[in-house]
Each structure stands twice: as C-alpha cells, then as structure tokens.
C-alpha cells in the first residue's frame, strides 16, 4: 500500500486493454471452465469492492463477508419468492448491502484499527449467526434452494455449462470495474487516498474526513452485495458459509495476494487464487488450509504489495538501469 | 441461577488465563496477534498427548503444557513475531492468520478433526452442594488455579525487577533501552510467559472448551474480545472483561438455547460500543 500507482488519468493504457482481453478470449478457448470462469469474476468484484474499503480508505475489515451474504440472500430470496428478474435482483442486493453497510459504517468509521476490525468481525459473525438460526427464512444450514431465474434481460437462460453465468458476471464485473477505475482518479478517490496516508491531515484541508469513510464503506459493501447475488443467481443456491469469517478471510487473502490499492491487484490475485485453489481441489482441503497460511506468512514477509508490488519493483528497477 | 453464575466465573476465569498473553501483546505492544488461540490448543494437544500417550497424570502434564507453549512461544517470537513489532496492522493481520491457518492444519493432520477426550482424575469430577446449589469440583479447582496464578502474576508483574522491566519495556521501549534493559530479551520472555499461560488455559480447558482443530478460530473472537473490551495495561480489565463474558456465555446458552452464539456476538457489539477505549482503559 506504499501508494505506488501513478495518478492514473481518465486514459486506457494499452496493457489494460489486452488485460480485459483475456477473459473475452478464454470463453472460446476454454469452454469447459465458463462455469470456474464466472466464479472467478464474482469473487473478483468481491475482491474489488472490498479493495475499495481497505486499499483505498484503508479501513481494515474482517467482516466483509457480511455484506457478500446479505447480498446474496437477498437475491436468492427475492427469487424464491418469485421475483426471478435478475437485473433488478442486482439492484435490490446492492440496495440492501448499501444500507447495511451504511448504518454499519458509523460504528466502523469512528474507531481506531483494532476497535474497527472488531467491529466488522462482530458484525459479519452476527450476521452469520443470525441467517443460522433464522433457518424458516435463510434455510439455515442446508442453505437456501429453491432460487429460480428467468431469463437473463428476458432471452438467455441460465444453463449448466455456465454460457450465460460466464458473460453476464464478466459484464457486471467490468462496468463496476470501470466505475470503480473512474472513482479512484477522482477527487472523491484520492481524498481516500490521503485519508489513508495521513489521516490527522485531512480535515485541516477542509476535506469530510468522516462523511468520505462513510461513502467508501457503503460503496464497498453494496459491490460485495452485487457480487454476492451474482453468486446466488448464477449457482441458484445460497449456502451460510457465503457470511462466514473464512470468505472474509479469503477475500482479504485474495486481494493481498495481487496488491492492495491497485485495482488491477484485487482481480489478478483472485485469479491466480481460484486457479490454484480449483487445480490443487484434488488434495484433501486442509492441506490447502496449510498452504493458505504458508502463502500468507510468506507474503508478508517477502512479497508485501503482493504480484502487482512485486511486478511493479522489478519494472522499477529494470528502468533505472 | 447460583450454579450458572458459578460456570460463567469459571469459564470466565479459564478465557481471562487464555488472554492475559494477548492482553500484553495486543494491549501494550499493539500486535494484532489473532493465532494466539493456537498457543492455547497447542496446550491442550500438549497435556492430552502426555496424558494418554505416555500415561503422565492430569496435574503433572500441566506444567507440560506451559513449558511446551511457552519454549514454542519463545521460538516463534525469535524467528517471526519479532520482524513485526512495527509492521502495519494489516501485515500483522495477515501474518497471524495465516499462522492460525497452519496450526489448524497441523492439528488436524496430527491429531484428526475429532474431538479430543480428557479423562480427570476421581478426585477432581463429581460435585459439590452447597447452598441450596451444584457446583462442580473441577470447576472449583479451575478458579482456584487461575486464582493463585494471577496472584502470582500480579506480584511477578508488580513487585519483581523483571516485572518493572516489563513494564517500563512495554511502556516506552526506546528509553528502556537507554537504561540498559535488554528489551529485545524482555519482549521474548514477555511473549512466552504469554504464550505458555494460554498453553495452561487450554490444558485446563479441555473440559470447559473443548479440544478439536478449529479451537484457534472458534474461540478467537473471545480472546479478542477480552483484550479489547478488558483495555490495555492493567489485570483488572481483562479479569473483570472475561468474568462478564463468562457469565454472559453460559447464561444464554442455560436460558435462551435456541439464541445460541447470538447473544454472546450481541453483547460483543454492545460492550464495544459502550466501551470504545475498554472497561477500564486508558488511551495509548
């Protein structure tokens, strides 16, 4: 988070083009893993907006799953309830997160780091007790089923093979990403930015230190909300681990892993993230567990700023030579 | 409702044994150590596998435990705690997750993900009545040992030349140094008196918690809790944060079962809402 990214403009570079490329490019080269592939997305928008709340405002968040799971319940529920309509499922998922995550903010915003992981932790575990024994409304532990969609925009079904699970997640993920590239070159943005760098500063500058930290949590979490009702749609299941603290962990892993405060980082470490964990799926899960840790010890220690930080050092250094 | 008040201290009294490691780290040195669950299930693997492997009784594996979490707590402190005494919050995050990842996944692959027995002596199970009440012997005993082990702490902390080390070392560690104290030494010492007091806790603990794999997750919330409710620099805190928390515990699971964790993340919220700076805290 050493705030290495160039005050990006508004202009896209030629590597971010051939980045979004790519995706576009394995729907026809790698059709049997459309269904991995939209996953992939959605955690990656989850990844994004919690990027949003850490890398840019800097407010360390243990909890963040909350706003996932409430998004995805709400969508699941809608459609449960006969409301299989999945862009406005969309809408009423981030709608939900964003209150919660507003009302959530006050408590979040106002501590110090370890008074607002607590909070966020208390929250998400909260919450994830609540949708637990709520079981007549959420399903409990068996999860919710019985979520179907219509049509997506009233021509394409949801089928198996992920064909439309896959385009419709990329699309999603990048018009929020777009969104979300505009808001950090905004003033809005680096004002995060500075907050984040030097908070006792800010208000001395005549900047909202409070009413921006608030605007950034809320934001975040209606975009875990938007990823979490993509999972419902698109699996047409919500099962209670989508609130729990290992998807909160997870995502925080996810994006350290590519580098925070980069955007580019929150999709490139899930990426490489969900690709590793679905290829070594064969080992037993609490190896993967082992390894998990192993990788962020040494990330910490070796690699802080993750693939992106690391890329970003060799350039730097390849360019004084 | 006495019998319940009784559990929720001794339960109360086994999260504040647990904690007071955290309490120093997190509390004083301001390390967001969130494995320090794991010091506690190492513990209690520590006193079982002496116990029922090598047929050592219950009351001399404990001293096992201590030493053996301690001695780890040492190690781990030398080699990696230490690089991170003035990372950011988030490595520090990062880090002791991760390490709580590992040591789940190592308990599982040593010990397998069941539940693990403990079987107590005779003259520690059954009961006791007495005021109209059922109290359990081991419990009993479980107050009594964290009783004596927080006086012992108090007056080590309070009365000893390394106590007042520890103190100034935590309190302002540049000029500790100045002074000649060897506070690198003195943090060492600090961390794996910690670890090894979470190491008893959760030796005696097998009992009250339970010993499986996820102990360091499931229960890390808890020790957090009294360290952040408790507020830093005191033993008052902690004791006082974690006999609330106790009771609280036990009482919602004896009177609102089906709430079940509800109550004690309720109360979680409320009390730190409450208490932003802790119970008895004072700002750093």
């Known amino acids: ?70 998004g ?133 500058i005549g900047a909202p230190v409070r009413r921006r930290l608030v605007a950034a949590f809320t934001l975040g979490a209606a975009m875990a909300g938007v990823a979490g009702a993509l999972l419902a749609q698109t699996t047409q299941f919500v099962g209670l681990d989508t609130l729990g603290f290992h998807r909160s962990a997870e995502v925080l892993i996810m994006l350290v892993l590519g580098g925070a405060g980069r955007l580019y980082g929150a999709l490139i470490g899930t990426a490489v993230f969900m690709i590793a964990q679905d290829r070594l799926a064969e080992l037993d899960p609490v190896y993967w567990q082992f390894w998990l840790g192993l990788l962020l010890v040494l990330l910490v220690f070796f690699a802080r700023g993750g693939i992106l930080g690391a890329a970003e050092a060799i350039a730097r250094r390849a360019g004084r030579r | 409702m006495a019998g319940v008040l009784f559990d929720g201290l001794a339960y109360g009294s086994l999260l504040f044994l647990v904690s007071l490691g955290l ?84 308990a599982t692959w040593l010990f397998g993900a069941a539940q693990q027995p403990v079987r107590l002596p005779a003259f520690l199970r059954g009961q006791v009545h007495a005021f109209g009440a059922d109290f359990g012997i081991y419990r009993i005993f479980l107050l009594a040992v964290v009783a004596a082990s927080t006086l012992v702490l108090a007056a080590l902390l309070g009365r000893t030349r390394f106590g007042a080390q520890v103190r100034a070392a935590v309190d302002d560690a540049r000029a500790a140094r100045g002074l000649g104290i060897d506070v690198d030494r003195v943090f060492t010492a600090t961390f794996a008196l910690g670890s090894g007091l979470a190491g008893l806790g959760g030796a ?47 009482a919602a699971k004896y009177y609102v079962p089906q709430a079940g964790a509800f109550a004690i993340y309720g109360v979680m919220v409320l009390l730190l809402l409450a208490f932003p700076a802790g119970l008895f805290g004072r700002r750093a």
């Open chain 1, 1 to 70: 988070m050493s705030g290495a990214a160039p005050l990006a403009s508004g202009r896209w570079r030629r590597a971010e083009i051939a980045f979004w490329l790519v995706p576009v490019a394995c729907y026809f080269l790698f059709p049997g893993y459309r269904v991995l592939g939209s996953q992939v997305f959605i955690a990656a928008l989850f990844a994004l907006s919690l990027d949003l709340v850490l890398g840019y405002a800097g407010i360390l968040s243990l909890g963040h799953a909350a706003y996932f799971g409430l």
């Open chain 1, 72 to 204: 995805a319940y709400a969508a699941g529920l809608l459609a449960a309830h006969g409301w299989g309509e999945p862009l406005s499922g969309l809408v009423a998922a981030a709608a939900i997160a964003a209150a919660a995550g507003y009302l959530a903010s006050f408590l979040v915003v106002r501590g110090e780091d370890l008074a607002r992981l607590m909070v966020t932790l208390g929250l998400g575990l909260l919450l994830y007790e609540a949708a637990n024994r709520g079981a007549g409304v959420t399903g409990g532990v068996d999860g919710l089923s019985g979520v179907s969609m219509d049509r997506l925009l009233g021509a394409f079904p949801f089928d198996l093979a992920g064909d439309t699970a896959y385009v419709y997640s990329l699309a999603v993920l990048f018009a929020l990403f777009v969104f979300t590239r505009r808001l950090a070159s905004s003033p809005f943005g680096l004002s995060l930015r500075a907050i984040r760098e030097n908070r006792a500063r800010m208000p001395a």
């Open chain 2, 23 to 106: 309490s120093v780290t997190m509390g004083l040195m301001n390390f967001v150590n969130l494995a320090h669950g794991a010091f506690a299930m190492a513990g209690g693997y520590v006193c079982v596998v002496a116990m029922n492997r090598y047929g050592v009784p219950f009351l001399a594996a404990l001293p096992f435990a201590f030493a053996a979490t301690a001695a780890a707590g040492a190690v781990l402190e030398r080699l990696l705690y230490r690089r991170l005494y003035g990372a950011s919050h988030l490595d520090q995050v990062l880090f002791s997750i991760g390490l709580a990842f590992m040591s789940v996944a190592a």
């Open chain 2, 204 to 250: 005696l603990g097998i009992e009250v918690l339970g010993l499986d794999p996820s102990f360091p997750l499931k229960f890390m919330v808890y020790f957090l809790l009294v360290v952040v409710v408790g507020g830093a620099g005191t033993l008052r805190g902690p004791l006082a944060a974690a006999m609330i928390l106790g009771v609280c515990d036990v």
